[in-house]
């Protein structure tokens, strides 16, 4: 059984780092594609970073530049690095995977979300 579980979470003040992390188990991870994906109070959940084989990345626009998306095989963990917080950052931010070289709109497999406040 597959389980994605989020760390990491918080209350920052804006311009300040926080570093996600997301620990898989029950799956082979260097198989799968993983991502991260948010959603604030009142909008759509939206793909924030995502990273498959090869190690192919794809960011939002938004996050562009400050965030980083990162894998470690050995610890079947994917990590969110972002750095430059603003507000509009703040969201719970969910885990993400799925058996595929790219990860689809509509991952099979979501971890339980962590929340990242970004005070102004």
């Known amino acids: 059984q597959v389980q994605l579980v989020e760390s990491g979470g918080g209350l920052v003040q804006a311009g300040g780092s926080l570093r996600l992390s997301c620990a898989a188990s029950g799956l082979t991870f260097s198989r799968y594609a993983m991502g991260w994906f948010r959603q604030a109070p009142g909008k759509e959940r939206e793909l924030v970073a995502r990273?498959?084989?090869?190690?192919?990345?794809y960011y939002v626009d938004s996050v562009k530049g400050r965030f980083t998306i990162s894998t470690d095989n050995a610890k079947n963990t994917v990590y969110l690095q972002m750095n430059s917080l603003k507000p509009e950052d703040t969201a719970v931010y969910y885990c993400?995977?799925?058996?595929?070289?790219?990860?689809?709109?509509?991952?099979?497999?979501w971890g339980q979300g962590t929340q990242v406040t970004v005070s102004s």
């Open positions: 990273i498959g084989g090869g190690g192919t990345t």
């Open positions: 993400a995977a799925d058996f595929f070289v790219v990860l689809p709109s509509t991952p099979r497999y």
